[in-house]
C-alpha cells in the first residue's frame, strides 16, 4: 500500500488542488492528512470540503481547534491570530462542527500520526534533541508522522543515535524507528516555496515531494479578503 502524507493546508486553496492533482496521477491507495487544514489562507470552507469530500482521514491542529472555537488563539502572533478569528467568522456551522470532531492524533494501518508530537499535539519537533524526547513514546510503532513545524524532514533512531535526513527519498531499515514530517502543503518553511508532500510505501521507503503552485493567486485571495499582507508575502519565500 502507498499512502499520500500532507499536513498544514492552511486555507491554501491553490496549493492543495495542485498537491491532489499531483497525487491523483500517482499509485497510491489513501490520502492521510496531520492536521491544520484552515488558518492564514483564504479559502478555509473549500479546503474542509474536500477533506470532506474525498473522505481523507485528517487530525485536528493547533489552527483547526482556534478556528473552530475549541481553543483561543492567545500564543498565535498578531497576523496568525487575525487570521485564526477571520477563519472562525468564515466557517460554515457543518464545518466548524466537523473539526472539532477530528482527532488529535491516531494510527493507520500500523504507524502512528500526530499533528505536532506523540507527547503534545502542540509540540514543536525541530531537532534532533526534541526528537530523542518523542521516539520512547512511539511504543510498539516504529514510524510516526508529524506536521506542524511546516519544514520536511526525517529523524530515524537506532542503537542510541539519532539521525537527522533531508534526503529526498529514505528506504527504511529493520531495527529502526522514524519520525517523518512530510512539511506543508499551504505554507512551507523550509526556503522552498512549492508545496510539499510526501508518499510513503509500506514496503519501507518515503519519498518527499514538491509541487509548483499559483502562488500569485493564493496571494491575491489572500490580500482581497483583508488577511494581512505578511501571509501573501511568505508564501513566495517559502518562510
Same mark, same amino acid.
Given at each position: !500500500?502507498?499512502?499520500?502524507?500532507?499536513?498544514?493546508?492552511?486555507?491554501?486553496? +491553490?496549493?492543495?488542488?495542485?498537491?491532489?492533482?499531483? #497525487?491523483?496521477?500517482?499509485?497510491?491507495?489513501? &490520502? #492521510?492528512?496531520?492536521?491544520?487544514?484552515?488558518? *492564514?489562507?483564504?479559502? %478555509?470552507?473549500?479546503?474542509?470540503? #474536500?477533506?470532506?469530500?474525498?473522505?481523507? !482521514?485528517?487530525?485536528?491542529?493547533?489552527?483547526?481547534?482556534?478556528?473552530?472555537?475549541?481553543? +483561543?488563539?492567545?500564543?498565535?502572533? %498578531?497576523?496568525?491570530?487575525?487570521? /485564526?478569528?477571520?477563519?472562525?467568522? =468564515?466557517?460554515?456551522?457543518?464545518?466548524?462542527?466537523?473539526?472539532?470532531?477530528? %482527532? +488529535? @492524533?491516531?494510527?493507520?494501518?500500523?504507524? !502512528?500520526? /500526530?499533528?505536532?508530537? %506523540?507527547? $503534545?499535539? $502542540?509540540?514543536?519537533?525541530?531537532?534532533?534533541?526534541?526528537?530523542?524526547? =518523542?521516539?520512547?513514546?512511539?511504543?510498539?510503532?516504529?514510524?510516526?508522522?508529524?506536521?506542524?513545524?511546516?519544514?520536511? &524532514?526525517?529523524?530515524?533512531?537506532?542503537?542510541? $543515535? #539519532? @539521525?537527522?535526513?533531508?534526503?529526498?527519498?529514505?528506504?527504511?531499515? @529493520?531495527?529502526?524507528? *522514524?519520525l517523518v514530517n512530510p512539511g506543508s502543503v499551504g505554507q512551507p518553511r523550509d526556503r522552498d516555496p512549492r508545496a510539499a508532500y510526501l508518499i510513503y510505501d509500506d514496503r519501507g521507503d518515503v519519498e518527499f515531494r514538491r509541487v509548483a503552485y499559483s502562488i500569485e493567486g493564493a496571494q491575491k485571495k489572500i490580500i482581497e479578503s483583508g488577511l494581512d499582507r505578511v501571509l501573501a508575502e511568505r508564501l513566495s519565500l517559502g518562510y
Amino acid at each position: !500500500m502507498r499512502y499520500a502524507i500532507i499536513s498544514d493546508i492552511h486555507a491554501n486553496l +491553490e496549493a492543495f488542488l495542485a498537491v491532489l492533482a499531483e #497525487i491523483d496521477k500517482s499509485d497510491t491507495g489513501r &490520502v #492521510i492528512c496531520l492536521g491544520d487544514i484552515v488558518g *492564514y489562507g483564504a479559502n %478555509p470552507n473549500e479546503c474542509v470540503d #474536500i477533506i470532506k469530500e474525498r473522505q481523507i !482521514m485528517s487530525l485536528i491542529g493547533n489552527h483547526d481547534k482556534a478556528a473552530c472555537g475549541i481553543t +483561543e488563539p492567545y500564543n498565535f502572533n %498578531p497576523a496568525a491570530r487575525r487570521a /485564526v478569528l477571520w477563519t472562525r467568522d =468564515e466557517l460554515t456551522l457543518a464545518n466548524r462542527v466537523y473539526l472539532s470532531g477530528l %482527532p +488529535e @492524533e491516531g494510527t493507520a494501518d500500523g504507524f !502512528m500520526i /500526530v499533528h505536532g508530537a %506523540p507527547s $503534545d499535539p $502542540d509540540k514543536y519537533i525541530l531537532s534532533e534533541y526534541d526528537a530523542a524526547e =518523542e521516539f520512547p513514546l512511539l511504543g510498539e510503532n516504529i514510524l510516526c508522522f508529524f506536521g506542524h513545524t511546516h519544514v520536511r &524532514v526525517l529523524y530515524s533512531y537506532s542503537g542510541g $543515535d #539519532i @539521525e537527522v535526513s533531508m534526503s529526498e527519498r529514505v528506504y527504511f531499515t @529493520e531495527g529502526t524507528s *522514524y519520525l517523518v514530517n512530510p512539511g506543508s502543503v499551504g505554507q512551507p518553511r523550509d526556503r522552498d516555496p512549492r508545496a510539499a508532500y510526501l508518499i510513503y510505501d509500506d514496503r519501507g521507503d518515503v519519498e518527499f515531494r514538491r509541487v509548483a503552485y499559483s502562488i500569485e493567486g493564493a496571494q491575491k485571495k489572500i490580500i482581497e479578503s483583508g488577511l494581512d499582507r505578511v501571509l501573501a508575502e511568505r508564501l513566495s519565500l517559502g518562510y
